[in-house]
């Protein structure tokens, strides 16, 4: 009896040796990525580092925001990669990221870096806001294309635009913070007032107003660049405008979740993330990337979308969030009765 | 009885517990700890939440302030003396989210970032929680910030427990303005469902239309498929590219009108069933002296036939409006900005990770669904036999004109049904709408959209049927017991009322509710976040009432001798159970199985809180398809889920036959 139990620990011993040589480090990973950029990206990794498995936990920015908070206590994640950087911002204000200096962070625009040193996040890459116009259906209504966000005041569009519900979608959220970053506070919320006044009604999510004036459900969704040149390239009749006052913009930004047991991989994980092969990798659906100089344009892109960035304070956006949505949800939610 | 004042004093008597009553007690108890695990404990958690509130303490916080030298010459001040002295914070500013931040330069109101003034700040307590920018700061130690910096400090609200939720809820219009909402889009929506499933069912019962059997096939379809299906069959007739949108007249589909023809279709089934059985039993006496008093047939319409449905059509009215006011999937998809409870809970939890506010909402949305579920009770209760021995069953007899009118309004209800069912699957197969007609599979490549892709699918299969096979054992197995356990009356009383109580809770509620209880890393059953185990617990726990009366029902129907008989043999009760109970109730097991099998197929409620990556169903890719915009996938989806909740009951009708004439050929004797 003796001796076999002897055996056994020393097989299981051996076994677990065993493994030991040839495991693989399996991290799970926290993603607001496109579903559909997930294999490619874990793909393109495994290329370089076969010995670490990447789980994707893949949701909306919101969605998976909420998980990382209601997580604080126990988390789950290892690493946060592709996340909206304002949502890492709120991660770092609760404590639960560990400052890491991935190797070539010197490389990235500094835009793209955490202020502090060492950095609790660096980005990949941005998405910035937009218009999408079917130019179909604008001309079945008599309407003429917008070229800023003031023009969207004009009556002609009453009942024609559709924008982002902010206290859902991180999009809407970079709509409404761009707009009281460029116009002033007040000026910012009269503008709302405004355009409150032609929105047909607001959507949960960030990326259905663009599908919904792609299907001509309504002729001007508020939405992102990068969705309107992926519904553009399907063949919808879609334009990507770009309004001449600049536009809202956030980064896929990542992170390590303070107490991983797998520190090691998840560096590895974030060197990977800010390195040349990376990038280039971003750059097939992305046109602005962590480092400027590699990136090519990409095809259905609006032209101009770079320039029209604007001085994005996220810490700001980060630190008025709770305030903002209050505010919109009194001054627009409920209040408005569907026409 | 008499008898008892003349015996003497003494103990009460009580039988010997033998084995079997001991066990069936522990077993009784084991089911009713599981309940209570599963539903009464994660509400407590959820109940407790809405009271866990979040507040600034300014008397937490203390600042110096230097003079245009850098020199800190006056005494340090507490951010609540500041407020005092000010008055800019009021109590409702005071009160916070658990992200709540408030600037500290609002305490200075000369304060200006290119000042040469110098700052300090600290705690005043180790819970002091401050940011400088989004760096987290906490403790007693002065912080010295240059005045650019001090611009980026905010306070951070401390947690107690408080009305502080309910009572920003009540003063924030936005939020309690839902309330009405939901009232009056779940009242109108009853009123319009119980008229129109009352017709229906009238005509099934009270008229010799053709094709009866069919258009009760019908008149059920809608129950096969999740609320949100008839939301997107309805954006594609009414919606701005609508087939019908002239219908409408200018009016938007997204608001009420939407949720009020969605909800007509998806409780259809419900009321009509109800109601058929209602009024499927009537006594033909009745009519006959209403006949031979020559009363008009519209009075003998409302002095008899309405009063013999009464109850049918009260419990029809209660079950409608719950469903009504706590369906999420529906006013998700088709709701517009008419907001209604249940969506403010996802809204708040989802959109604003507000857990506290999520809940709060839960609590207000179970008031009336308790409220409903508790008249629905009590009309249950009283109802009694209508049928005496004596009656004489009604049977309609042929009348051209009445057999025409309701052959044209059941085909009205019964195209409105089919039609909505089959937009959904044109649009599915339309390449791009509206675009581009030409057929293709290509909203079916589910793996290239957001929801999970084909794997959801066969996880929501694998949900099904392992709810089936589990929740069927549970919930017969608890009816079991509770039905024919000897004593122990209190117990039984006790099992009794706790299974009637899913009923109430809406599946929001239950869904938010796991998450308090099941997400806390203090739980021991914490483990099973996250994974299939807990969507099959929530799904039997969500679904336990209905199957728990079911299964009493049969069981009743079997006579209590046969225990005291394999008492008198000596056998065990189990074996008893396994031989005898469960062979005869075996109809009832198999309605309990499809029953759970078809809602863990379209349920979204509960569900959307609590699956994770590797869990999702296809139910939940609906919602989110549709939520990326990905519509005409969306109704692919849901259509799949048409044809396999359909599949399944036909598998269901073929096995019951089956088993019906190899095990129950007794009944027929």
């Given at each position: 009896?003796k001796?076999?139990?002897?055996?056994?620990?020393i097989?299981a011993?051996?076994?677990?040796?065993?493994?030991?040589?040839?495991?693989?480090?399996?991290?799970?990973v926290?993603?607001?990525f496109?579903?559909?950029d997930?294999?490619?990206y874990?793909?393109?990794?495994?290329?370089?580092?076969?010995?670490?498995?990447?789980?994707?936990?893949?949701?909306s920015?919101?969605?998976?925001?909420?998980k990382?908070?209601?997580?604080?206590?126990?988390?789950?994640a290892?690493?946060?990669?592709?996340?909206?950087?304002t949502?890492?911002l709120?991660?770092?204000?609760?404590?639960m990221?560990?400052p890491?200096?991935?190797?070539?962070?010197?490389?990235?625009?500094?835009k793209f870096v955490?202020?502090?040193n060492?950095?609790?996040w660096?980005?990949?890459?941005?998405?910035?806001?937009?218009?999408?116009y079917?130019t179909?259906?604008?001309?079945?209504?008599?309407?003429t294309?917008?070229?800023?966000?003031?023009?969207?005041?004009?009556?002609?569009?009453?009942?024609?635009?559709?924008?982002p519900n902010?206290?859902?979608?991180?999009?809407?959220?970079?709509?409404?913070?761009?707009?009281?970053?460029?116009?002033?506070?007040?000026?910012g919320?009269?503008?709302?007032?405004?355009?409150?006044?032609?929105i047909?009604?607001y959507?949960?999510?960030?990326?259905?107003?663009c599908k919904?004036?792609?299907?001509?459900e309504?002729p001007?969704?508020?939405?992102?660049a990068?969705?309107?040149?992926?519904?553009?390239a399907a063949?919808?009749p879609?334009?990507?405008?770009?309004?001449?006052?600049?536009?809202?913009?956030d980064m896929?930004?990542?992170?390590?979740?303070?107490?991983?047991?797998?520190?090691e991989?998840?560096?590895?994980?974030?060197?990977f993330?800010?390195?040349?092969?990376a990038m280039?990798?971003y750059?097939?659906g992305?046109?602005?990337?962590?480092i400027?100089?590699?990136?090519?344009?990409?095809?259905?892109?609006?032209?101009g979308?770079?320039d029209a960035?604007?001085e994005?304070?996220?810490?700001?956006?980060?630190?008025?969030?709770?305030?903002?949505?209050?505010?919109?949800?009194?001054?627009?939610?409920?209040?408005s009765?569907?026409? | 009885?008499?008898?008892?004042?003349?015996?003497?004093?003494?103990?009460?008597?009580?039988?010997?517990?033998?084995?079997d009553?001991?066990?069936?007690?522990?077993?009784?108890?084991?089911?009713?700890?599981?309940?209570?695990?599963?539903?009464?404990?994660?509400l407590?958690?959820?109940l407790?939440?809405?009271?866990?509130?979040?507040h600034?303490?300014?008397?937490?916080?203390?600042?110096?302030?230097?003079?245009?030298d850098?020199?800190?010459?006056?005494?340090?001040?507490?951010?609540?003396t500041l407020?005092?002295?000010?008055?800019?914070f009021?109590?409702a500013d005071?009160r916070?989210?658990?992200?709540?931040?408030?600037?500290?330069?609002?305490?200075?109101?000369d304060?200006?970032?290119?000042s040469s003034k110098?700052?300090?700040?600290?705690?005043t307590?180790?819970?002091?929680?401050?940011?400088?920018?989004s760096?987290?700061?906490?403790?007693?130690?002065?912080?010295?910030?240059?005045?650019n910096?001090?611009?980026?400090?905010?306070?951070?609200?401390?947690?107690?427990?408080?009305f502080?939720?309910?009572?920003?809820?009540?003063s924030?219009p936005?939020?309690?303005n839902?309330i009405?909402n939901?009232?009056?889009?779940?009242t109108?929506?009853?009123?319009?469902?119980v008229?129109?499933a009352?017709?229906?069912?009238?005509a099934?019962?009270?008229?010799?239309?053709?094709f009866?059997g069919?258009?009760?096939?019908?008149?059920?379809a809608?129950?096969?498929?999740p609320?949100?299906?008839?939301?997107?069959?309805?954006?594609?007739?009414f919606?701005?590219?609508?087939?019908?949108?002239?219908?409408l007249?200018g009016?938007?589909?997204?608001?009420?009108?939407?949720?009020l023809?969605?909800?007509?279709?998806f409780?259809?089934?419900?009321?009509?069933?109800?109601?058929?059985?209602?009024l499927?039993?009537?006594d033909?006496?009745?009519?006959?002296?209403?006949?031979?008093l020559?009363?008009?047939?519209?009075?003998?319409f409302?002095t008899?036939?309405?009063?013999?449905?009464?109850?049918?059509?009260?419990?029809?009215?209660?079950?409608?409006?719950?469903?009504?006011i706590?369906?999420f999937?529906?006013?998700?998809?088709?709701?517009g900005?008419?907001n209604?409870?249940?969506?403010?809970?996802?809204?708040?939890?989802i959109?604003?990770?507000?857990f506290?506010?999520?809940?709060?909402?839960?609590?207000?949305?179970?008031?009336?669904?308790?409220f409903?579920?508790?008249?629905?009770r009590?009309?249950?209760?009283?109802?009694v036999a209508?049928?005496?021995?004596?009656?004489v069953?009604y049977?309609?007899?042929?009348?051209?004109?009445?057999?025409?009118?309701?052959?044209?309004?059941?085909?009205?209800?019964g195209?409105f049904?089919?039609?909505?069912?089959a937009?959904c699957q044109?649009?599915?197969?339309i390449?791009?709408?509206?675009?581009?007609?030409?057929?293709s599979l290509?909203?079916?490549?589910?793996?290239?959209?957001?929801?999970g892709?084909?794997?959801?699918?066969f996880?929501?299969?694998?949900l099904?049927?392992?709810?089936?096979?589990?929740?069927t054992?549970?919930v017969?197995?608890?009816?079991?017991?509770?039905?024919?356990?000897?004593?122990?009356?209190?117990?039984?009383?006790?099992?009794?009322?706790v299974?009637?109580?899913?009923?109430?809770?809406?599946?929001?509620?239950?869904?938010?509710?796991y998450?308090?209880?099941?997400?806390?890393?203090?739980?021991?059953?914490?483990?099973?976040?996250?994974?299939?185990?807990i969507?099959v617990v929530?799904?039997?726990?969500?679904?336990?009432?209905?199957?728990?009366?079911?299964?009493v029902?049969?069981?009743?129907?079997?006579?209590?001798?046969f225990?005291?008989?394999?008492?008198?043999?000596?056998?065990?009760t189990m074996?008893?159970f396994?031989?005898v109970?469960?062979?005869?109730?075996?109809?009832?097991?198999?309605?309990?199985?499809?029953?759970?099998?078809?809602n863990?197929?379209?349920?979204?409620?509960?569900?959307?809180?609590?699956?994770?990556?590797?869990?999702?169903?296809?139910s939940?890719?609906?919602?989110?398809?549709?939520?990326?915009?990905?519509?005409?996938?969306?109704?692919?989806?849901?259509?799949?889920?048409?044809?396999?909740?359909?599949?399944?009951?036909?598998?269901?009708?073929?096995?019951?036959?089956?088993?019906?004439?190899r095990?129950?050929a007794?009944?027929?004797?």
């Amino acid at each position: 009896m003796k001796t076999t139990s002897k055996t056994l620990t020393i097989a299981a011993a051996a076994a677990i040796a065993a493994t030991g040589v040839f495991a693989e480090t399996e991290l799970t990973v926290y993603t607001a990525f496109e579903a559909e950029d997930l294999k490619r990206y874990a793909d393109t990794f495994n290329e370089a580092h076969p010995d670490i498995k990447i789980n994707w936990v893949r949701d909306s920015t919101g969605i998976v925001t909420a998980k990382l908070l209601a997580e604080k206590d126990n988390p789950q994640a290892d690493v946060v990669w592709g996340l909206a950087a304002t949502s890492l911002l709120l991660l770092k204000s609760e404590d639960m990221l560990e400052p890491y200096a991935p190797k070539g962070v010197e490389a990235l625009d500094p835009k793209f870096v955490d202020s502090d040193n060492p950095p609790y996040w660096v980005g990949q890459d941005a998405w910035a806001g937009a218009i999408c116009y079917n130019t179909v259906e604008a001309e079945k209504n008599g309407l003429t294309p917008p070229t800023s966000w003031k023009d969207l005041h004009d009556p002609m569009y009453k009942g024609h635009i559709i924008m982002p519900n902010p206290n859902s979608s991180g999009t809407g959220f970079l709509d409404v913070s761009s707009w009281l970053q460029m116009f002033g506070e007040e000026a910012g919320w009269d503008y709302m007032d405004g355009l409150h006044e032609n929105i047909a009604r607001y959507t949960h999510s960030g990326s259905k107003p663009c599908k919904l004036a792609a299907s001509g459900e309504i002729p001007i969704g508020i939405s992102f660049a990068f969705r309107g040149a992926k519904s553009k390239a399907a063949g919808a009749p879609l334009e990507v405008i770009v309004p001449s006052e600049g536009v809202g913009w956030d980064m896929e930004a990542g992170g390590i979740i303070a107490g991983t047991a797998n520190l090691e991989a998840a560096q590895t994980l974030l060197d990977f993330a800010v390195s040349t092969k990376a990038m280039e990798m971003y750059n097939v659906g992305y046109a602005i990337i962590g480092i400027p100089s590699l990136a090519k344009p990409v095809e259905h892109f609006p032209d101009g979308l770079k320039d029209a960035l604007i001085e994005n304070d996220f810490e700001w956006a980060a630190n008025n969030r709770a305030a903002i949505l209050a505010e919109w949800q009194s001054r627009y939610d409920g209040k408005s009765d569907p026409k | 009885m008499t008898d008892a004042a003349t015996l003497p004093p003494g103990r009460d008597v009580k039988p010997r517990l033998s084995r079997d009553d001991v066990m069936m007690r522990s077993w009784m108890i084991v089911i009713a700890l599981y309940l209570v695990v599963t539903l009464v404990f994660p509400l407590y958690a959820m109940l407790s939440k809405s009271f866990s509130t979040y507040h600034f303490d300014l008397g937490q916080f203390e600042f110096q302030v230097s003079d245009d030298d850098g020199v800190f010459a006056t005494d340090p001040v507490l951010a609540s003396t500041l407020n005092d002295q000010l008055g800019v914070f009021g109590e409702a500013d005071l009160r916070a989210g658990s992200d709540g931040r408030l600037p500290a330069t609002k305490l200075f109101p000369d304060f200006s970032f290119r000042s040469s003034k110098m700052y300090r700040v600290r705690g005043t307590s180790d819970e002091a929680v401050y940011l400088v920018g989004s760096t987290r700061h906490s403790g007693t130690a002065w912080q010295e910030l240059d005045s650019n910096t001090f611009r980026r400090v905010q306070m951070r609200p401390v947690s107690g427990t408080g009305f502080g939720n309910f009572v920003t809820y009540f003063s924030t219009p936005a939020l309690s303005n839902s309330i009405k909402n939901s009232l009056v889009i779940s009242t109108i929506a009853t009123v319009l469902t119980v008229t129109l499933a009352f017709g229906f069912a009238y005509a099934l019962n009270r008229s010799c239309l053709r094709f009866k059997g069919a258009f009760r096939i019908i008149a059920m379809a809608p129950i096969l498929v999740p609320s949100l299906l008839p939301g997107i069959a309805l954006v594609y007739l009414f919606g701005n590219q609508g087939m019908l949108k002239e219908l409408l007249m200018g009016q938007s589909i997204y608001g009420p009108i939407g949720i009020l023809i969605g909800s007509v279709f998806f409780t259809f089934p419900h009321a009509f069933l109800i109601l058929s059985t209602a009024l499927a039993i009537s006594d033909a006496r009745l009519y006959e002296a209403a006949d031979s008093l020559k009363t008009s047939p519209w009075k003998t319409f409302w002095t008899v036939t309405i009063p013999g449905a009464r109850y049918g059509i009260i419990s029809a009215t209660f079950v409608v409006f719950n469903l009504v006011i706590t369906d999420f999937g529906l006013p998700k998809v088709i709701g517009g900005q008419f907001n209604v409870l249940a969506v403010d809970i996802y809204k708040q939890v989802i959109g604003q990770q507000n857990f506290e506010m999520g809940a709060v909402v839960s609590v207000v949305l179970l008031i009336p669904a308790v409220f409903a579920f508790a008249i629905d009770r009590i009309v249950q209760r009283r109802q009694v036999a209508q049928l005496s021995a004596r009656s004489v069953p009604y049977e309609p007899k042929p009348q051209k004109g009445r057999d025409r009118v309701a052959m044209i309004y059941c085909s009205v209800i019964g195209v409105f049904i089919i039609g909505l069912l089959a937009i959904c699957q044109y649009a599915a197969l339309i390449k791009f709408w509206p675009y581009d007609l030409s057929l293709s599979l290509n909203n079916y490549q589910f793996d290239l959209m957001d929801g999970g892709g084909w794997g959801s699918y066969f996880n929501s299969i694998k949900l099904g049927l392992l709810t089936a096979i589990v929740g069927t054992g549970v919930v017969f197995f608890g009816a079991y017991l509770v039905e024919k356990a000897n004593g122990f009356e209190m117990g039984r009383g006790f099992f009794q009322m706790v299974a009637m109580l899913p009923m109430a809770v809406p599946g929001m509620v239950l869904g938010l509710a796991y998450i308090f209880f099941f997400n806390n890393p203090a739980n021991p059953l914490n483990a099973i976040y996250g994974t299939m185990a807990i969507l099959v617990v929530c799904t039997v726990t969500h679904f336990y009432t209905v199957s728990h009366l079911t299964a009493v029902t049969a069981l009743k129907q079997m006579d209590r001798e046969f225990e005291s008989v394999s008492a008198s043999l000596k056998q065990p009760t189990m074996k008893l159970f396994r031989r005898v109970t469960v062979p005869v109730c075996l109809p009832a097991l198999l309605d309990i199985s499809i029953y759970l099998f078809v809602n863990a197929m379209t349920t979204v409620s509960a569900v959307v809180f609590l699956y994770s990556p590797k869990t999702a169903l296809a139910s939940i890719a609906v919602l989110n398809m549709d939520d990326a915009g990905d519509i005409a996938p969306a109704a692919a989806m849901g259509m799949m889920i048409f044809y396999t909740n359909a599949a399944a009951r036909i598998i269901h009708l073929l096995v019951s036959r089956g088993l019906l004439t190899r095990t129950q050929a007794w009944r027929f004797r």
